[in-house]
């Protein structure tokens, strides 16, 4: 866990711990007992601490919080480092994140490679850095940088923390960095401690930084303390301050929303993971990509491969349809690079590896192709049977379908082994989930080569099988449906949105609809009215794009509740012989969050995906579930399981004549085991 080396007079103590030397308690003892040993060793005049393999420290380790802490404590061995008599270096490579970052702190200088990036990330797992770093941070660079590190927890790159003062010293690169740190520690006579500093601010600067990220952070336990303990910075003696930090860190880290984002935070790392796959299965090169389709999801998806520098051939019918997807793709770029986002040679770069063509045998050449075309299976049946004449022998073939059979666009090839679904969000170049759809007959390598690209073009990708809908789209179907139902029963849309933001989603239902088009899915060519989206669309309300859906809009797309939506409303209803009541919040809860849980349920049920916290990732990922709350099936538990179940059972009848409750949440309520833990 922790090697030692005599390198002369100076005393390298390395951190050992794969994959991300994190500071589990072996790391922490042994840290502790090198420092202490160095400090009466007359060999020893300096100290290096340095991270073994890809990186210098990322931290606690996190699994260990829930659990009592064993000691040492993080902040014990931080402060032996820093009291240390003789001049200690961190020695940084890769990340310093974290209780990583606090370590390299309470060291007395900082070398790290130009390419290293530090940051205290404490406040995206619901906490704040614990160790002394909002204490020791703002000491160092000043309250303002500090703040912008610990309330955003975005890490900076090495060159930028040696402009603040982060950083003492660039090394050249990572092979020369254990020689040039032990050199530069040769010429240190004496300590210096950040914790001996001290340093003021204007009060009116905390009260900035929480307005200027209201709307980030509102609702969220975590960043409102890091504001504090920084504060308590410029107020505080380092032990005062230090004391105050742990009491809002112990506050924080037992918290229900701190245990959600560590839920999500595995959660996320486990949905890249394929259960029965075996682990060194050789993967599909993938150098070249087609996308078939240049509307906004084709042109959206290309750029996520241009960006990682994977040329892309983009395909369309007709000239027209090209050029605009071609410019779109130029504006979004474009933009990004306005707000400073990337560098004009970055965009020049991307641009040059993409190549527009009307020539559908181009694809030929591609290692993987998606099709982006119209939401039908007749169409998406046809161009595969065309793909499958085209595309190169073990070429990759990819549906961006959002709904539709796998299997059945696979039979269209005499290949469907080598076809699956690669459902991107919309704006596909924005959205980090990435539904990978796994067919009856999808080839495990095909498979595994669709999880690992997903990573490089820094999706986030989750595994389902073949269902209506998928994972995500499939548990928006009970939600829409009782969310219309509850309009004829009497609510509004703007109540039952109101109880989805103020829940934490970023839109409501009908918010959502009108976002997307109220008339996805309606049959224009029939006059018959045989539901709400009929009637609204009939009267070519369509959403946002017309200025009128569920609510109005204005010119600015601002919505207000519309008259003529109630009227509408009250129309059907009267058709429907449905008779008005009142609706309370509660129902609207049980009627469109958990009937997602039981759909989750029955989802996992099926196997149509792999576990529960994948469930989570793609609500949390795809639909902007609030991260604090994990995602629904982890939500469900904080619930209560025999809650949520009662609940379900109590409206079975207004939820649908044909509701079931899922066995598996009914079996996990009874026997009392989370959902992920399914018996
Ligand atoms: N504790 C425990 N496990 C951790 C961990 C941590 N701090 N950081 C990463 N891991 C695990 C991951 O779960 C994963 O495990 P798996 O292989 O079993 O799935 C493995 O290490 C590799 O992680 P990634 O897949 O994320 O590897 P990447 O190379 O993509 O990313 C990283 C590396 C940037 C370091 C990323 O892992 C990361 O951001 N880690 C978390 C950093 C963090 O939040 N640090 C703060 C911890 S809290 C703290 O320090 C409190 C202190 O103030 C007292």
Redesign the pocket.
Known sequence: MIKNQLHGDIFEIVMVNP??N???YPVRQGLLQAIIDAQTDDAVKAIVIRGDG??FC????????DAPVVEPD??VVVDAIEASAKPVVAAIH??A????L?IALGCHYRIATPDA?LG???V??G?????G?TQRLPRLIGVEAALDMIVS?SPIAARRAAEIGLVDRLASNEGSLGEEAIAFTRTLDAPRRAGDLSVEADPAVFEKVAADNARKIKGLDAPSACIEAVKASTTMSLADGQAKERAL?AGLVSGEQAKALRHI??AE??A??IDGLPKDIALRPIAKVGILGAGTMGGGISMNFLSAGIPVTIVEMQQEALDRGVRLVRKNYEATAAKGRLTTDQVKNALGLLTPTLDFDTLADCDLIIEAAYENMEIKKEIFARLDAVAKPGAILASNTSYLSIDEIASATKRPQDVLGLHFFSPANVMKLLEVVRGAKTAPDVLATSMQLA?KIGKVPVVSGVCYGFIGNRMLIPRQKNAEALLLEGATPEQIDRVHTSFGMPMGPFQMADLAGVDIGWHRDTDRIESLQDALCAEGRWGQKTKAGFYDYDDKRKPTPSAAVAKIIDDFRARKGVTKRETSDEEIVVRTLYTMVNEGALILEEGIAQRASDVDVVWAYGYGWPRHRSGPMFWAGQVGLTKIVADLGRYAAQIGSNFAVSALLKRCAEQRVPLDRAP
């Open positions: 994959p991300v994190a500071l589990a890809q990186l990322a931290g606690a380790d996190i699994t260990e919080f993080l902040h890769g990340s994140l974290g209780g990583g606090e990036k205290l990330p404490e995206l797992i906490i704040l850095p614990g160790a770093g927890g860190f935070f595995f790392r486990s890249a993971k990573r």
